[in-house]
C-alpha cells in the first residue's frame, strides 16, 4: 500500500505485563524467549520471500494470474511454530520489509547480526565498541558490514535550546563511527518542529543529512537494496 | 416513502478484481487490484458516494486453494490483509462503515480488540469486526501443526473470544478463561462509537446461537426467498433468550448481482463470466464448499455423491447439497453455479428487476439488507452504485444521505452500555 515503505521494528525485549494480557500469564523464560524470536523472524523472512517478483503474470487471455512455479511454500516445522505457507499478499515492492531491531541483549546481538537490516541501540548505555562489534558479527555470518545498519536512539528535546551543540552531539558519535544515524525520539509535538525547523537546517550546511529523498522504497532510501541478509 | 419497514441496509464486500471466481479475466476488471491501493480507494469513494453503510472485507490467512494449478489460474491468492487495508480506507473516506473479517482461532483477543478500537478512533467510530472461526486447514497448516480445531472446540473458543473483546471494549480487563487471559484493559480509550460493530457470518446452529449473543449485524447466504425468511424468523427468534429485542440484530444476506441497462445485456454479461471459468477452478471451489479434496475424482457431468459430515463450514455444505438434490445439477453446472457467486444469491437483469427482489426480501420479511458482491470491479460495483441504487432511492428503500457519522448511526444500532 505505501509502494515499498514499510519496516518491523522486532523489540526483543520481553515485557511481562504483555505477556499477561497475551493468555501467557506465566510469561517466557529467557531462553525460550530467545529462540522463539528467532524462529519467529526466520519464519517471517521466509514467508516475505515466498513469492518471486515477477511470480505475478495477469495473464487474462491465457488464464493464467500467477506462475506456479513462482510460488514458495515455506513448510517450517520447528521448536515453536509450524507453518506452511506462502503468504497471499504480494512480493514487497523494496523485496521485503525493513527489519528493525532493538532491546538486544547478549544472546540477541547474533540474531540482529545475522538477519536485521537495521539496529537501534540506547545512547546512554552506548559504547563506540557497539556498533563495531555488530558489524564484525554480521561479516562472520558473510555479510558486507553496510548491509546492518546501525542508528543510534537519541532524545530530541533536551538540547533544542542549542541546535549547534545538538548538531556537535550528532556529528561527533556519526564520525567516530559509533552508529549510521539517528532514530530521534520526540517527546512532544513541538519538539519535532525545533528539531525540523532548527537542527536539520545545521546538519545539512554541514553535509550530513541529504536534501531530499533519493529513493522510493524505505530500503533503498537506507542505501540497503541490493543486500541479502538472510 | 416506502410505507413498509422503512430503509435497507447496503454493504459494499469488496474482493479483489471480483466476486466471480473469473471475473479477473474479463476484459473491464482491474486485474492488479490485489496489489493496487488506488483500486480500492476508488471502490470505497464510488461506494461512499452511494450511501453505502458499510464496506465489507473478507479474509484467510493463507493462500485458499492447496492445489497450486488451480490457485493460479484464480486471482484471489494475491490482496491485502484487510485490516491494514481499511485503516489506509478510512482516511480517504469520511462516512461509510470499515468492516473487517477476523479470526477468533488465529489471533488473540487483546491484540485483536486493540486493533479494531484503534480503526474505530482513526476513522471516527467507522469500525466493524466479523468474526470467523475459520473452517480451512489450508489456514490452520500456517497456524500450527495440530491442524483444524474440531466446530464444536472452535465455538467455544469464539465464544469465549467474542466475551473477552466486549470487556476490553467497555474498559474492563482481568479476564481468567479456558483459552485465554487477560489482565489490563486496553491502552485506548472506549471507542467513539460505544464499541466497534459486531458482525458474524456462522450460520451453523453454534454460529446461529453465538451471533444472537453477541452480533449486532448477521452476514449469511441465502439462495432462495424461503431460505432466507426461514433464517431470518429463526435467528430473530433465537434473541429473546438473550435479552435482545429484533431491531437488535440486522440480518444482511449476500446478493451477487449482475446489472445492465437491459435485460439481454445483464444476461449477456453473465454468460460472458460463466464462460470464463475452467471447469477444473469450478470443480475445486466446490470442493472447498464441501471440505472435502477429492471430487475431482468423480465424473464431472454425473451427480454429486454421497458426503460424509465435516468440520469445515457445516451450513454451507448443507446448502450445496440441497440445491444440487433439488435442480438435479451435475458436478459441472453445480461448480459453474457456485463458483460464479461462492454459493450467494445471484440477480441478474435490469436495476428495476434487481430492485424488485431485492425490495421483495425486504419487505418479505427475510432480510434487514444485503452485502452487495459485485461480480467484477470495478464496473459492477459502479453500475450498482448508479444504477441500482437511485432505483431504491427513488422507491424511499435506500437513504440519500449520512443520517449520522458513526456505522452504528448508519446501522441504527444502539449504543452498547
Redesign the interface.
Given at each position: 500500500?505505501s509502494h515499498g515503505r514499510a519496516g518491523w521494528n522486532a523489540s526483543m525485549t520481553s515485557e511481562p505485563?504483555e505477556a499477561?494480557?497475551?493468555?501467557?500469564?506465566e510469561g517466557f523464560s529467557g531462553d525460550d524467549f530467545h529462540l522463539r524470536a528467532e524462529e519467529f523472524i526466520g519464519i517471517v523472512q521466509g514467508l516475505w520471500k515466498g513469492?518471486d517478483a515477477d511470480a505475478?503474470l495477469?495473464d487474462?487471455?491465457g488464464?493464467?494470474?500467477?506462475?506456479?512455479e513462482k510460488?514458495h511454500l515455506l513448510d517450517h516445522?520447528g521448536e515453536y511454530?509450524?507453518?506452511?505457507?506462502?503468504?497471499?499478499?504480494?512480493r514487497s515492492p523494496q523485496d521485503t520489509p525493513v527489519l528493525v531491531m532493538s532491546g538486544l541483549s547478549e544472546p540477541a546481538m547474533d540474531i540482529a547480526a545475522r538477519t536485521a537490516d537495521v539496529v537501534l541501540l540506547d545512547e546512554p548505555s552506548i559504547e563506540p565498541a557497539k556498533a563495531g562489534d555488530l558489524k564484525r558479527r554480521a561479516l562472520t555470518f558473510g555479510h558486507r558490514p553496510e548491509a546492518l545498519k546501525v542508528l543510534m536512539n537519541v532524545t530530541g528535546s533536551a538540547e533544542i535550546t542549542a541546535p549547534d551543540l545538538f548538531a556537535d552531539r550528532l556529528e561527533e558519535r556519526f564520525r567516530s563511527k559509533a552508529c549510521d544515524g539517528f532514530n530521534i525520539a520526540m517527546p512532544f509535538t513541538s519538539a519535532l518542529d525545533d528539531f525540523v525547523g532548527l537542527v536539520l537546517p545545521e546538519l545539512r550546511r554541514r553535509g550530513l543529512v541529504r536534501s531530499g529523498y533519493s529513493a522510493a522504497t524505505l530500503r533503498a532510501q537506507l542505501g540497503l537494496a541490493g543486500e541479502d541478509r538472510q | 416513502m416506502s410505507a413498509g419497514r422503512g430503509q435497507m441496509k447496503l454493504g459494499a464486500f469488496l474482493w479483489a478484481t471480483g466476486h466471480h471466481i473469473a471475473a479477473?479475466?474479463?476484459?473491464q476488471?482491474h486485474?492488479?487490484a490485489?496489489?493496487d491501493?488506488d483500486h480500492y480507494i476508488q471502490l470505497a469513494r464510488t461506494a461512499e458516494a452511494a450511501k453505502f453503510d458499510m464496506i465489507f472485507c473478507e479474509d484467510?490467512?493463507?493462500?485458499?486453494e492447496a492445489n497450486?494449478?488451480i490457485?493460479?489460474?484464480?486471482?484471489?491468492?494475491?490482496?491485502?490483509?484487510p485490516i491494514?487495508?481499511l485503516a489506509?480506507l478510512a482516511v480517504q473516506t469520511e462516512r461509510i462503515g470499515l468492516v473487517s473479517t477476523a479470526s477468533t482461532s488465529y489471533n488473540?483477543p487483546?491484540?485483536l480488540a486493540r486493533t479494531f478500537v484503534s480503526l474505530d478512533h482513526l476513522s471516527g467510530g467507522r469500525a466493524g469486526w466479523n468474526l470467523v472461526t475459520s473452517a480451512s486447514q489450508?489456514e490452520a497448516?500456517?497456524?500450527?501443526?495440530t491442524g483444524l480445531r474440531p466446530h464444536a472446540d472452535r465455538y467455544e473458543r469464539a465464544r469465549e473470544f467474542a466475551a473477552v473483546v466486549a470487556g476490553l471494549w467497555q474498559g474492563q480487563?482481568g479476564h481468567?478463561g479456558r483459552?485465554?487471559?487477560?489482565?489490563?484493559p486496553l491502552d485506548l480509550p472506549r471507542s467513539p462509537q460505544g464499541a466497534p460493530v459486531m458482525v458474524q457470518a456462522g450460520a451453523s446452529d453454534e454460529g446461529r446461537d453465538l451471533a444472537a449473543r453477541t452480533a449486532d449485524v448477521v452476514f449469511t447466504a441465502a439462495q432462495t426467498f424461503e431460505e432466507a425468511k426461514a433464517f431470518y424468523d429463526d435467528l430473530k427468534g433465537r434473541l429473546a433468550a438473550h435479552g435482545r429485542e429484533p431491531e437488535d440484530v440486522k440480518i444482511m444476506p449476500g446478493v451477487a448481482p449482475v446489472v445492465a441497462a437491459s435485460e439481454a445485456e445483464a444476461r449477456a454479461k453473465h454468460d460472458e463470466l460463466q464462460e470464463?471459468i475452467?471447469d477444473d477452478v469450478g470443480v475445486a471451489l466446490l470442493s472447498s464448499y464441501l471440505s472435502i479434496s477429492d471430487l475431482a475424482r468423480y465424473p464431472i457431468d454425473g451427480p454429486l455423491p454421497e458426503l460424509p459430515a465435516s468440520e469445515g463450514m457445516q451450513s454451507r455444505q448443507a446448502l450445496v447439497i440441497e440445491q444440487s438434490r433439488r435442480d438435479n445439477l451435475s458436478i459441472r453446472q453445480l461448480a459453474r453455479h457456485f463458483a460464479g457467486a461462492r454459493g450467494h444469491w445471484r440477480v441478474v437483469g435490469t436495476p428495476a428487476q434487481i430492485a424488485d427482489e431485492l425490495e421483495a426480501r425486504f419487505e418479505g420479511g427475510a432480510a434487514d439488507g444485503f452485502n452487495v458482491m459485485p461480480s467484477y470491479f470495478p464496473g459492477q460495483l459502479d453500475a450498482f452504485a448508479t444504477l441500482v441504487v437511485p432505483e431504491l432511492q427513488r422507491r424511499g428503500l435506500f437513504r440519500t444521505h449520512y443520517e449520522g457519522s458513526t456505522l452504528r448511526d448508519h446501522l441504527g444500532l444502539k449504543r452498547p452500555a
Open positions: 500500500m505485563r499477561a494480557n497475551f493468555s501467557r500469564p513469492w505475478l495477469f487474462k487471455v488464464g493464467r494470474f500467477f506462475d506456479p510460488m516445522k511454530f509450524s507453518v506452511r505457507g506462502p503468504l497471499n499478499v504480494a | 479477473w479475466r474479463h476484459p476488471a486485474v492488479t490485489g496489489i491501493i484467510a490467512a493463507g493462500v485458499r497450486v494449478n490457485a493460479s489460474q484464480t486471482s484471489r491468492s494475491i490482496g491485502f490483509e491494514s487495508l489506509a488473540e487483546y491484540g489450508i497448516a500456517n497456524f500450527g501443526s480487563g481468567e483459552s485465554f487471559s487477560a489482565r489490563d470464463l475452467p
